[in-house]
């Protein structure tokens, strides 16, 4: 058959090139343009998308090109201005591609470049994909299909596609390849008269560019080529406009320089739900379809229930019978030609999941939609951090995949120190492949837990970072340093300081060294001061681990605990208010904790006497306090008689009841373990039980949620224990119980105490310095 012979546009008996409107994403779509091109023979393929990929087009008969995979396009001096142009090996757009490809017949993109889309981000685009941009984020756009279906009595545009399209049985010999190609033009062609545009403004644009092309194409083959695109776009590319009306639509763009390449994409990025305009709710089922040669329902099923099995759930070849059942009979019911998806999955609720949702939750996530990750070949145009980041995943065996995995490393191994050290600089440079996750084995400093998971937009954030260096050690440094230069707070530069440390940026620390004496030598809040000193001694402490010299920044941390030894008792007492209290009573804490990593001579005596300030102030709120005593208490730096006579004061008739209620929540606040220490100490337990019985009832009233707040952090255990020890009579200040609650002797059996120092001494000597 000859180019010409099979030529048929939206209308039949009309002549000129053969237009296929498709859908993005539909494999009946895909069939649909490979029979229809296979009919034609056309001589050249032209597709919608941007010209600046024709260059990249040879690279889709690559090997190592695997979809989904996307188009990226740049602005070259701003790499954060992108749009991608997805493509599924289920895509219509593909198939004319790998059709034109395997015929040796040419193939260009012809929609508006990019050049002129990128130069315009206010517009709010997003890919210029048919069905996913030329709009404003406040117009009012139109949805074809759901239009189509409900004129067709549908509800559900999805549900109309697959019974028109997807599950079209006319692919045989006698079909006609064209027909569904003309029925969708015509339709489309009525859409276009009743609502124009439809809310799609920037789309004329592009059809004029279209338009354009497809000029420059007849010239060339005459009328013997194939125009693969969107259906919402076959009425415009038929009307019959004049040359010069599209150069004046033309006229004047704003135009940028691009920058294009593949990037590999995701089955769950093409859907929907992701944010992609032109998505599908399913392209894991889509693909299936795709590709299952025959008998799609059960072949589904069958991987359905192969999941399920890897899942510990009992599902046998009886389940998988019964589906196809179920999903055959329910189809007839409803008058669809074969099951859908709608129907396979109702099936598999009802005999696969036993009636439940969750398994079939685990479905829709893993197959409906999917996690397969596409691949692209090393040709492929990179910037130079991109190759040095490929070739650190390589090297580490570190492979990017779109699931969620979760990465334990140990950090006294070569391998996995490196592999936390790309991630920590990646991280650095606003590529986040990993997020650091709690440990569910050793809090060690030596253990680290990522999750890691591959997005498709990280090619864009490299090709971002790709200005601060050409390697990824050397980019972090240098966006190291220039962070610094930056910072305008101290806690930034504190953050930035242990991030460079985790990433094992020795030769950025000094500049930030130098910014962080500068901000520390500046700034005279002492709420500042005491929130950057926790992350110093935190840098320290993985210093050590990583073997990072880090002695210089250990005599900044010095200095500011100095300085806050110094300035912190007269913050205190300086008439706060509940909520600064609370706030500051935080920062007590950390600076506690960090101290006590810091081995500067005298360091920890000085802060134990600001502490005893703090506890023995009257002006001083409670809260803080209270939590000065429990500190000094827990480092035995204070005497329980002591201690007992501190809380007398504070819980004194002299007190207000508010007062009072904050020093009990700054002692024996719930997160402290203060209720086991008052199971121990009926000393103190009693002097909060007399303090309570006195409170006058109004006053009472007004303390009870700090009171809740503070007594309901407890485990269920010690409430009963105190609970206990109430009922047993703790009445006046060391008051006894007549006997012990359960699980409690009343006293130390040393016999049963010693029993146990081997095991304690085993463990402590076994424990990460």
Known sequence: MSPGTARRTGTPGTAGPLLLGVRHHGPGSARAVRAALDAALPAAVLIEGPPEGDALLPLAADPGMRPPVALLAHAADDPGRAAFWPLAGFSPEWAAIRWAQEREVPVRFIDLPAAHSLAVPEDGEEAADGEGAGHGPGSVRLD?????????????????????????????????????????????????????????????????????????????????????????????????????????????????????????????????????????????????????????????????????????????????????????????????????????????????????????????????????????????????????????????????????????????????????????????????????????????????????RWEPELAVRVAEAGIWGTTVPGAATAKAEADAAAAAELGEVTALAERCLLAGLSEALPAVLRALADRAALDTDVAGLAEALPALARSLRYGDVRGTDAAALGTVAAGLAERICVALPPACAAGLDADAAEELRGHVDGVHGAIGLLDAEGLRERWSAVLRTLAGRDTVPGLLRGRAARLLLDDGRLEPGETARLMGLSLSPASAPADAAGWIEGFAGGASGGGTLLVHDERLLGLIDGWLVSVPERAFVDVLPLLRRTFGGYEAGVRRALGELVRRGPGGAGAAVAAAPGGFGPELDPVRADAVVPLVRLLLAGAPA
């Open 144 to 452: 074809p299909l759901a239009v189509l279906a409900g004129t067709a009595g549908y509800e559900d545009p999805e549900r109309w596609w697959e019974d028109v399209v997807e599950h079209r049985g006319g692919c045989g010999p006698a079909a006609d390849p064209l027909g569904v190609f003309e029925a969708l033009g015509e339709a489309m062609g009525a859409l276009r008269e009743e609502y124009g545009a439809g809310g799609h403004h920037r789309d004329l644009v592009r059809e004029a560019y279209m338009r354009q092309r497809m000029r420059a194409a007849r010239r060339e083959f005459g009328d013997a080529y194939a125009v693969v695109c969107g259906a919402w776009h076959v009425p415009a590319l038929r009307a019959r406009t004049t040359a010069a009306a599209d150069k004046a639509l033309l006229a004047g763009l704003p135009k940028v320089k691009v920058e294009t390449t593949w990037v590999p994409w995701t089955h769950r990025r093409l859907a929907r739900a992701g944010g992609y305009g032109a998505g599908i709710t399913s392209p894991g089922w889509y693909a299936h379809l795709f590709a299952a040669p025959d008998r799609p329902v059960e072949r589904w099923l069958t991987k359905v229930a192969g999941l399920l099995r890897d899942e510990d759930r009992h599902v046998s070849p009886a389940h998988v019978i019964e589906t196809v059942r179920l999903a055959d009979t329910l189809a007839a019911m409803r008058g669809r030609p074969v099951p859908g998806l709608t129907e396979t999955l109702e099936a598999v609720r009802a005999v696969m999941c036993d009636g439940s949702d969750i398994p079939l939750a685990l479905i829709e996530d893993r197959l409906v939609v999917g996690d397969v990750l596409g691949e692209v070949p090393d040709a492929a145009p990179v910037v130079p951090l991109q190759r040095d980041l490929t070739r650190q995943q390589r090297s580490l065996r570190l492979r990017p995949e779109a699931q969620d995995r979760e990465l334990e490393l140990d950090l006294r191994k070569d391998t996995d120190a490196a592999k936390s050290l790309l991630l920590h600089r990646l991280r650095l440079l606003g590529i986040d492949w990993g997020l650091p996750t709690a440990s569910r084995g050793s809090t060690g400093t030596f253990r680290e837990t990522w999750r890691l």
